[in-house]
T-cell receptor, first 112, second 110 residues
């Protein structure tokens, strides 16, 4: 296992289109997190899972965003009807019960 | 007031010097504290974490925690140009999520 894997690395989409990102966590980590980061800012929490259960979702997250983690393995983050303000780096991370997160390389989304 | 505050920098230090990075947090219930390094265009990498008051050392890095003052710091000894990056402070409260600061940009010049 080489770490947290995210696909695609880059995504360019037209405003109004739907996009889906995938994250494969480190296999022994049962916690999985999604963050969003824009230039000059720290990562902003979106949502997290413990196994297949989505335990928390940011109240800043509009209902255009949805995340799933079927069977407690990989996770997907979908953004419907994308807007230019959705352009950002989307980061996935996983962790064991204690300790810090391990981040994936991220998916850079550009909405044109 | 932001939950986790950091000076955005840049903090410029000469090669071989000690770089001191600071972070304050607002939630007194915070339980664990993390430092991440982020190179431009890359994702954050965990440097170290600390749970208890006092110092924790790992190689050239020392994390310092003062819960009474709600203050965390990271010292980098013998700074190298390769240490030039943005350093993110993150805090975990009662839930599993980490709250990040905006990061401090460190520049180490030869």
């Amino acid at each position: 296992d080489t770490g947290v894997s995210q696909n695609p690395r880059h995504k360019i989409t037209k405003r109004g289109q739907n996009v889906t990102f995938r994250c494969d966590p480190i296999s022994e980590h049962n916690r999985l997190y999604w963050y969003r980061q824009t230039l000059g800012q720290g990562p902003e929490f979106l949502t997290y899972f413990q196994n297949e259960a989505q335990l928390e979702k940011s109240r800043l997250l509009s209902d255009r965003f949805s995340a799933e983690r079927p069977k407690g393995s990989f996770s997907t983050l979908e953004i419907q009807r994308t807007e230019q303000g959705d352009s950002a780096m989307y980061l996935c991370a996983s962790s064991p019960r204690q300790g810090g997160y391990t981040f994936g390389s991220g998916t850079r989304l550009t909405v044109v | 007031q932001k939950e986790v505050e950091q000076n955005s920098g840049p903090l410029s230090v000469p090669e071989g010097a000690i770089a001191s990075l600071n972070c304050t947090y607002s939630d007194r219930g915070s339980q664990s504290f993390f430092w991440y390094r982020q190179y431009s265009g890359k994702s954050p990498e965990l440097i170290m974490f600390i749970y208890s008051n006092g110092d924790k050392e790992d190689g050239r890095f020392t994390a310092q925690l003062n819960k009474a003052s709600q203050y965390v710091s990271l010292l980098i000894r013998d700074s190298q140009p390769s240490d030039s990056a943005t350093y993110l402070c993150a805090v975990r409260g009662n839930t599993d999520k980490l709250i990040f600061g905006t990061g401090t940009r460190l520049q180490v010049f030869p």
